[in-house]
């Protein structure tokens, strides 16, 4: 099935794949502030409008995640899990202390509920998701 496209910018693409009922975003190049966060507000929309639960994270591109942006993060967490996320896949950012930055939303998610994995290759990332639910 064809990929449905929710935002494509020059710094993020998010798509939902129906045949595996999953929403899936890509960094391209480090993104923050309103910009991350329309685009993720978009893809929590497409989540509640397609009824996923998957969520697939390639974060390999992007920069460390900003305080500001963490703690609009937490809300946004909040509100996805509300409606309906409950598995993550998050293949984390190259740069150290990008990845770094991502412990605290990776913490909040666990203790949310949501079932979580950390991957370096988006292939596994893939595998994971499809094997659970």
Not at 62 to 87: C, F, H, I, M
Not at 96 to 121: C, H, K, T, W
């Amino acid at each position: 099935m064809t990929a449905i496209t929710i935002v494509d910018t020059d710094f993020i693409t998010i798509q939902y794949l129906p045949d595996k009922k999953i929403i899936y975003h890509v960094i391209h190049s480090p993104i923050s502030g309103q910009p991350l966060r329309d685009a993720l507000l978009a893809g929590t929309a497409a989540l509640k409008q397609y009824g996923a639960t998957k969520w697939l994270s390639d974060d390999r591109k992007n920069g460390p995640l900003s305080p500001e942006d963490a703690e609009w993060g937490v809300a946004w967490n909040r509100q996805t899990v509300a409606l309906g996320w409950k598995y993550w896949a998050i293949v984390v950012p190259e740069a150290i202390e990008a990845a770094g930055s991502m412990s605290p939303v990776i913490d909040n998610l666990y203790r949310m509920g949501v079932q979580m994995r950390v991957f370096s290759q988006l292939e596994d990332a893939f595998a994971w998701l499809d094997s659970v639910e």
